[in-house]
């Protein structure tokens, strides 16, 4: 799924694959470090970048609109900044403006593995790319589809040089006669193989000189040899196809327009119809990647369908929810087609209308679900499944208010509270300024994101309810308060109503939890008291139906 499912399943399986990348970097880092007496060490701060220390470094960039820019990332690169300075003082004129170029583009721990020798040969053999060979590249193209040095997610290593040594006698009188070449060197030396480790992606060196990678492996050598020949390329891919099991990785190729090349077939070169020729309604989302750059280019494969999502809550649009996905179903499961979350190739993803997410898909069979949490803090997942036609539009819409009609009164309650704790703080004294009164007891901290994401919605019950009393009670360290009244001002609320238990005893003698360094681990805590003095509900964390809840909860208050 794209959202609940697209950013759980996503952002999960991304994030920890990047640490775990991050950690193996790092680990060998540490060891080149120790391993060698005149190694930089990209971790020390002893060595990093401060501008203030390096009047000489500032003074080559002043004047310059993206001054701080590039003083950012070298201050970024740690105790590595000096090889990208390096790199950047060794090239004047363009090639000083391209290599600044990189450096200003390249991710944290690109900046603290990159060395001197691999950026100045990337810029190097690209700006060859550029004056050695019949064609011309288009100086629209150059930066991304040349220079840059990366591929994907392999290591940072040289290549150009021995890319150009290897394959220099494939050039031809145009892009299309070089890369079609290439391609047929390509599928002739290279095979397919299944990936059988964990890790990062093999460098184009270690393809080339195994002879053997994945589809994505192999179009990455693909590009990395076209980009040294001066041909802009980019690698294309399909993660679930329709008709047919698992996904396809490809090469594109610009001359004058993008251009498909297939590494295992040479007889299918430009032919868009390939994934399709034989598998009707067998393309769901493709997409084109070069290195730092990804869209959508499904338009350019299949005809193509929209499919048009709105959700809302108490009856008004809500722009910003995430948590919905699209899946097809492929080999026997339904399938998240993660690669929506990408734009689509010289436009926006979504349509004009902020309020509208507009998923652009070839035509075939596809299952639309959100979800949020139910009253209970079960998920709740709405599903519908759709026929997307050529050119067609499916508008869909979802309600995300859950049902209420199965909440039971014993639901309410997260924690049973008897007898109610009593309390002073300010000119309040609990519970005798209370008793005979329905009210609601609301603890927070600002420094708890669920606090800062509920505090509106409280606050606007409390405010419905104007018959109800409200105690608003801050749980936190006293120089907080200013925050704290300027959040509750912007939320609708009277900041001069605020309760202030600085300890946080009061907070804790009403069972609120909290962990060994006493930080309070399940705020905000509502609770609501009926005019007898009884809990009738007690929820506590995150809850973005809280209002509903709490208005559950209202039935179950009776009075004295």
Sequence with gaps: MLRLFTNALKERRVVYIKHIFAGFCLLILSLSVATSAFAQNPLSKEDAFIADNHPEVKAIFEGREDSKEILDALTDAGGNWRNLFDAVANFDGDKREDCIFLVKIMPHLDRLEMTKEILIEHVDYGWA??????????????????????????????????????FGDLVGQSPVDTAKAVNKWIYENSKVKERGFFG???????????????EEDIANLTAAILKTLGVPSRRASIANFSQQAGGASWVEIYDGKWIPLYPDSPEDFGDLNRWERNKPRNITVVIAQSAFHTAQVTQSYTETGTIEMKFFRHGEVQPKFEHFGISVYNN????????????????????????????????????????????????????????????????????????????????????????????TLGEVHYPADMLGKPHLLVFFNLKNEPSIRMLPDIIRFANDNPGLGFLLIHSGEPDEKDDVRKAVEAAGGDSSKILWDDSGDVALSWQCPRDENGKFTAFPASILINAKSEAVLYDEGLNLIIYELLEKGMGFVSGP
């Design 129 to 166: 790319a550029k004056t050695d060979f019949p064609y011309k590249v288009p100086e629209d193209m150059f930066r991304e589809y040349i220079l840059v040095y990366r591929l994907g997610d392999e290591p940072v290593t040289p290549y150009r040089a021995l890319m150009r040594e290897r």
């Design 200 to 214: 990062p992606r093999p460098s184009p060196v270690n393809v080339l000189n195994a002879g053997a990678g994945t």
């Design 332 to 423: 026997g499961a339904w399938n998240p087609l993660d690669d929506l979350g990408f734009d689509l190739e010289g436009e926006k993803l979504s349509t004009s209308e902020k309020d509208v997410f507009d998923a652009v898909l070839g035509d075939g069979l596809y299952l639309v679900e959100c979800g949020v949490r139910n009253y209970k803090g079960d998920p709740w997942v709405q599903t519908k499944m759709v026929e997307l036609n050529p050119g067609g539009k499916i508008n869909l819409e979802f309600n995300l208010d859950p049902p209420l009609e199965d909440l039971t009164a014993q639901d309410l309650q997260r924690r049973t509270i008897k007898p109610l704790p009593q309390f």
